[in-house]
């Protein structure tokens, strides 16, 4: 008895998670490649917040200072935050461009919001009518800001784009190349079916007047993560303005691999620690069943053990169909993106992702994590 019923939601659970890797499918294939081919006629401002980044601020500012973008129609607003290093005076000796400003957010200022407390002060202090986000550790090709910038006419209010991690010669930076594109993949995918869950703060765009319209971060000022895919989520839910993604190449912006594996576990974590705080309670079901099936997979080999030895078999089959369905995501999205090299070491990721996504999971809902050396608590 105990037999069928664990098999039953086994293959509950792997229906579920196959049918929402083909609604990712379905939705990359839906995404094409139409803009309206015109800038938009608002100023735009790019916010960079920026927290010890005395070994990237310097390539951050070299790639937005060479934007093929006009200088009249855009400010460049980058954000201090605490930094204990030497970053803010590299960037103020180093800058050249008139349009760019350097402001640093008060001590007192949002104290618990870490990196949305920069964002919002520096939108506060903003002129422009379209909010750009990025990171400092980010290299932007000189199109990047007009390739995203095309996607926005009247009725869009939230443009996502892409984002992929530079691989050196390791395997682990490779690995995470391939991890991380599955990620913006996945958001892709579902922005194309009109269903926007995640994002990366690192390349997005946002009418400040939409900003306002939901109220910003003000809602969830309390974690210290989701200025990308809560406020998308939100502008998704409150307005009737479209969110899109950017499928351009010249709109990706890179930045580097995580360098240990200590850096990549907290990462990691502070991602996972916002999916529990989504205001759609049904997705934060679809979730909560996604990472059952991941479970699952796990404890199966127990299962055969104790029980019966079918549960080798099915453990097989959904691993196997699991692979088949990220493979073939992995392979649209290569191909819109980052080229079909993305792919080599995709079965070492397979065998790898069911353990980190059940430890990610876990840990991202009940640990504490480290940020640009903050301790940050849940």
Not at 131 to 142: G, R
Not at 168 to 180: A, I, P, R
Not at 347 to 368: C, K, Q, R, S, T
Request: charged fraction near 20%; charge should be positive.
């Amino acid at each position: 008895m105990l037999s069928a019923c664990l098999t039953i939601f086994f293959i509950f659970l792997l229906i579920n998670y196959l049918y929402f890797l083909s609604r990712i499918f379905r939705g990359l294939s839906l995404l094409g490649y139409s803009k309206p081919r015109r800038l938009p006629e608002e100023l735009v401002s790019i916010i960079i917040p920026f927290r010890n980044e005395s070994e990237n601020i310097l390539n951050s500012l070299d790639s937005i200072e060479n934007q093929d973008y006009p200088k009249n129609k855009f400010e460049v607003v980058y954000v201090n935050d605490s930094s204990s290093d030497d970053s803010l005076e590299k960037l103020s000796y180093a800058k050249k461009s008139g349009n760019i400003r350097i402001l640093s957010v008060p001590k007192s200022y949002s104290i618990n919001a870490h990196k949305k407390r920069a964002i919002r002060f520096a939108i506060e202090h903003s002129s422009g009518g379209i909010i750009v986000a990025t990171d400092a550790d980010c290299i932007h090709s000189e199109n990047w800001l007009s390739s995203l910038l095309e996607m926005f006419d009247k009725s869009t209010g939230f443009v996502s784009g892409p984002v992929e991690f530079i691989a050196n010669n390791t395997l682990f930076s490779k690995l995470q190349k391939l991890e991380f594109a599955g990620l913006v993949f996945s958001g892709a995918g579902l922005i194309g079916i009109d269903k926007p869950t995640i994002c990366n703060a690192a390349n997005i765009a946002y009418r400040k007047s939409v900003y306002k319209m939901v109220n910003g971060f003000n809602d969830n000022l309390n974690l210290s993560s989701g200025d990308d895919e809560l406020l998308m989520q939100k502008i998704r839910k409150v307005t009737d303005y479209k969110i899109k993604f950017c499928v351009d190449k010249d709109s990706i912006v890179k930045t580097q691999a995580n360098e240990t594996l200590g850096k990549f576990y907290h990462q990691r974590k502070r991602w996972a620690s916002k999916g529990l705080f989504y205001a759609d309670k049904l997705l934060v079901v679809k979730l909560i069943l996604i990472f059952l099936f991941y479970l699952s997979l796990f404890l199966m080999p127990l299962a055969a053990i104790f029980l019966s030895i079918n549960f080798i078999v099915l453990l097989a089959s959904g691993f196997i169909l699991k692979m088949l369905f990220e493979y073939l995501i992995l392979k649209r999205g290569a191909r819109l993106f980052y080229g079909m090299d993305l792919l080599k070491y995709i079965f070492v990721a397979e065998l790898l992702h069911v353990p980190y996504i059940i430890i990610a999971g876990f840990v991202g809902a009940f640990g504490n994590f480290k940020w640009k050396d903050r301790e940050v608590k849940r």
